[in-house]
């Protein structure tokens, strides 16, 4: 960098320089225009001369302010004018917003894969002119990587830290795509902490409150959000419909109807529960297999008995017999 001076230039010589943002600034358009039209633009432009216009400026630092600028009437805005090379005008813009801290990691992960790709450079050269690591540079190019790799309409739905970013990674594709498209519907990015207690989910809702069901509202909200990894408030809107019974699984189902009387199979286990216990006829169907016959179920159940009695030996047999005198 050779020579710096201030001046203030006119609208029609300014044009604005490449910009790699893509997320919006934390201070609205209207509260830097109602400050701009009281106090005019305290801060200057960053600017150099354009090395392909005559007489042009482009601005590297200050974009917003000329554009909120020229909204509010302005014709001249005070400016920094930088004699810089191209590599210089990036670096400096870059070291500006990075100081204010108003890029977020993927914003700055782009910033530097085209710094690396423009001026042909590796990530050892490039990481002591930005002021920071080798690694710092890499979590950061991950993380412009991951945002390239994702589908346009769902980046915006990307965690908006590294940390946040990272615990994604560890989830499969096919899971991301389906955080991802959750959080699209709530309209709100998952959070580190969201995806680190969603990670750890063992049971579905539905088994938490199930086995929780006699508990009160603030219990299941907290078993939600421990063991099926919900936040507080999907949580809590969890449990109000719950406790309406008015989640999908709550809905009355329509019984099954029984066949009519005349079925044959019906009228066999009618009188096989005359003499067995249903439970012993559905296990030993379960295991063993029906049959068409009385004849035939009746032998299979009583050599089924017979073999359970002779393998239980006499302790558990007198333990049963003792139970069932009570």
């Known amino acids: 960098m050779t020579e710096r001076k201030r001046g203030v230039l006119s609208v029609e010589q300014l044009t604005l320089a490449k910009d790699v943002r893509i997320a919006a600034d934390a201070v609205s358009d209207d509260e830097l225009l109602q400050s701009i039209q009281r106090h005019g633009i305290k801060v200057a432009l960053l600017v150099r001369r354009s090395p392909d216009q005559e007489g042009m400026y482009e601005i590297w630092d200050g974009r917003r302010r000329f554009r909120v600028g020229k909204i509010a009437g302005l014709t001249l805005f005070p400016c920094d004018i930088h004699e810089m090379s191209d590599l210089e005008a990036h670096l400096m813009a870059f070291t500006l917003n990075d100081q204010r801290q108003s890029m977020s990691v993927v914003e700055m992960g782009l910033w530097i894969k085209g710094l ?22 890499s979590r950061r190019i991950s993380a412009a990587e991951q945002y390239e790799a994702t589908p346009k309409k ?10 946040g970013l990272r615990e994604l990674r560890t989830y499969t594709p096919e899971k991301q795509q389906q955080i991802l ?10 959070t580190a902490s969201d995806l680190i207690r969603r990670s750890k989910a063992s049971k579905a809702p539905r088994e938490v409150l199930e086995e929780h069901r006699y508990q009160d509202s603030d219990f299941l909200i907290y078993m939600l959000m421990e063991e099926a990894g919900l936040t507080a408030t999907e949580a809590g809107n969890t449990v109000k419909k719950f406790k309406a019974k008015g989640l999908p699984w709550q809905q009355t189902v ?32 379960k295991n063993l297999g029906g049959a068409s016959s009385i004849e035939t179920w009746r032998s299979r159940i009583l050599k089924f008995m017979r073999m359970l009695l002779e393998k239980s030996g006499v302790e558990l047999r007198q333990s049963v017999l003792e139970e069932f005198k009570k």
């Open 181 to 190: 498209s959750e959080a699209g519907r709530k309209g709100i990015a998952p």
């Open 154 to 163: 769902q980046r915006r739905f990307l965690p908006r830290t590294e940390r």
């Open 254 to 285: 329509k019984k099954f109807g029984m066949p009519p009387k005349s079925d044959k199979v019906v009228q066999l286990y009618a009188k096989l529960s005359e003499w067995y216990p249903p439970e012993l006829i559905d296990f030993i169907e």
């Open 116 to 137: 690396l790709k423009e001026f042909s450079m590796g990530q050892k050269a490039l990481a002591p002119m930005l002021g920071h690591g080798e690694s710092w540079l």
